[in-house]
């Protein structure tokens, strides 16, 4: 049955019928890995080869610090094969597979995939190659794409968005995946070489600040799933609550990095004890506000009151991991810290990644606070006095959502 995949390599320059720029390559691909699809031409050729996939195996290479043991070839193949073939290995892709594939980080992990089984010559035997050889591949390749800078988020979404011919599953994969990648994050955090720090690998994790996960004890949550149900990215997901949050007068945000996705944080704000917002004037200040008009009987009232002023942070949660709060609480000087250290704006590498309804939650956390007037002194409070939903509900955020 493997017959008509039969064997030995060479190159015969215009050879009658082929095409100007092509040669019919003799190669058994009877022991190989194949990244996506099964089919296989019965006839082989070679093209000549691509600047940009010969650059990205070549950084690969380069950043695991392997030597090239196998021969790379532009191939008629239905995507990217590594081959052995009589003690020699090859690794064929296609260029029109590469051309539908223009996210780097999808291009570096299946060339990584397939160098991972030469990098630790495995010998391909059988139909399709072992689970070892399959975790082994995959290891390596979370172990380059952290050497290449693609972020924690986008390698945990590669098995998901691009299976194995050989039907490993995705859940197993990517904990081989992660596996790779941690190994690489802990060489980097224990490389004394100069060179690791200057070719300032895996930029955009370093840069995008990282959220405490599990999350630190909060108050109170809500389920906003509801809400983002026709969301198809994590950008789309993004758009929705930064609108929303736009028109509540939430205009400052700092965003972070969670396993799986990210958390949108709020600057603090102090709000009345019904979940409603304070006034603009107010609402942003850390002094505690109690006369909101100039009125004698606000006055007399705020004089006598024992009532603390309250102070919250929104975190909106967006993973596909399960949420569970770790204790301890945080403080209400930790939680003013998140304005400071979160980014700006949503990295595109994050944004560009999928949002499927059901198996990605939105989750929102809010951490409150309540302040005595008697002492100044801020206390968590967990848990709050009125649930989550009621919190964005009364700032109204809510009502943006619906939309
Ligand atoms: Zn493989």
Redesign the pocket.
Known sequence: MLKNLLITIFFVAGLSGALQGQDYLELNTAVR???FGTAMPEELYSFETSDSIEQLKDEILRKTGQVQNFEFLCSNVPSVV?VVDKNKRYILYSRKFFSEQPDRALRLAILA??I??HSNT?A?RGE??SET??ME??EFMGYALCLTGVPAVLAEQIPAVLQ???G?DSADRRVDIMRGFRRAEASLINAEHAAWVEEKPNDVVQQLPHFPFPPPEYSTDADLDAYFGTCKTMSDVDKKLRGALEETGYHTRRYFYVPGGFALTTRMEQFNKDGSCKPDKYRWSSKIVRCENFSALCYLKSIITTEPAYFRVLVFVVTSQLIAAAPPPITRSEAEGWLNEGANRLPQEIGNLPFSAGKTNVTALVYEFRVRESDRTAITNNPSEIPGLVHLRKSRIINYLKN
Do not use: K, Q, T
Request: hydrophobic share 35%; proline share 5%.
């Open positions: 890995c194949i990244y590594a995939h397939e991972g089984h495995h391909l399709s190659p050889e399959e591949a995959d194995l011919a050989s490993i």
